[in-house]
């Protein structure tokens, strides 16, 4: 699951994101409150894995960016290796009917920034976006 985390980074990026430490704990946090305690991988809905699979990866959307006429903020990271920065400059694009539409990308974080350094800078973008 860590390994997961940092893949593509290299070891000063792994640093940049946040405290190894604090990673390995909030793993053992999330294994330990697994029903099934023998289990060594974090068991998860996979729905959106599987909508990937069967219909973006095969020419059928889910649903139509287009369509979406909601404020919407896309946020993304810099190394974000599950959500790239270029599948949201994508959504981001083709947005238009959105009242407003914003795209942040968060230097030095990864899909799970919540998590990492970068999250105090999320946690204020989500909020100032919220509270308009």
Sequence with gaps: ?????????????QTAIGDLTARQQWAATVLASDPNPSSKTLRAPAGVVKDV?????????????????????????EWDH??????GCEVFARLEA??????LLIGRAT???LLERQAPVLRA???????E
Excluded: C
Excluded at 53 to 77: C, M, S
Excluded at 82 to 87: A, D, R, S, V, W
């Design 1 to 13: 699951m860590l390994a997961r985390w940092v893949t593509g980074l290299d070891a000063a990026q």
């Design 53 to 77: 699979l069967e219909n973006w990866g095969q020419g059928r959307p889910t649903y139509d960016p287009a369509k979406i006429q909601a404020p919407t903020l896309i946020v993304v990271g």
């Design 82 to 87: 599950e959500t790239t920065p270029e599948q």
């Design 98 to 103: 959105a009242a407003d539409r914003r795209f």
């Design 111 to 113: 899909h799970s920034m």
């Design 125 to 131: 973008a989500v909020e100032a976006f919220l509270s």
